[in-house]
């Protein structure tokens, strides 16, 4: 049974800094939405905080969310708003490239605390946004640790390496192939 796996992310929007909206602090109520790239809150890409009534220009959120991160996904959306939910403006917009946390060196579980400039509609800057973010490991790889935990002998990697002769130790060893090379050499 083939399965596409997936990763998903453990976004904590931790809190902002500075906000302003043409140049005036931020008096209260702010929230943030997160999305990938742009697509719709609704459509299940997206999460959102509560409201900060108190925090002002330097607001504190402290929420997470768990989102998957779409295939093509190039950029986490970031976007903090001042007023209610049904009413509300944008106070600035962070895009955060995905390869900042997810990438070829990036370990899984890894805890990244980020922060980043948010810009206005005009590119104007309007603060800071500060968040971490944990990448979950993939679905088929935890999958497949239990398997291996479980019986080391059976395993289905590909091996690089001599075969030997087959007997029951070495299959269950080292699954039937050699693990050094000897090197000669010409110096006596």
Not at 17 to 22: H, K, P, S, V, Y
Not at 73 to 81: N, P, R, S, Y
Not at 172 to 182: E, S
Request: glycine share 10%.
């Amino acid at each position: 049974m083939a399965t596409t796996s997936s990763r998903s992310i453990e976004i904590t929007v931790i809190s902002g800094e500075d906000l302003r909206i043409d140049r005036k602090s931020v008096k209260r109520k702010t929230f943030v939405t997160v999305k990938f790239d742009r697509q719709s809150i609704g459509g299940g890409g997206g999460g959102r905080t509560e409201i900060d009534e108190r925090g002002g220009c330097y607001p504190f959120w402290n929420e997470k969310m768990l989102m998957e991160i779409p295939v093509d996904a190039m950029f986490l959306t970031i976007e903090v708003h001042c007023g209610s939910i049904s009413r509300n403006r944008i106070v600035g917009t962070a895009n955060v490239p995905v390869s900042d946390f997810l990438g070829r060196y990036r370990p899984e579980n890894y805890l990244h605390l980020l922060s980043y400039r948010l810009r206005d509609r005009c590119g104007e800057r309007n603060g800071i946004v500060n968040i971490s973010v944990r990448v979950r490991a993939l679905e088929s790889e935890s999958e497949s640790e239990t398997e291996s935990e479980s019986e080391p002998a059976l395993t289905s990697k590909a091996m690089v390496g001599v075969p030997v002769a087959e007997t029951a130790s070495s299959r269950r060893i080292c699954g039937g192939v050699v693990i050094g090379v000897p090197l000669w050499s010409s110096y006596s």
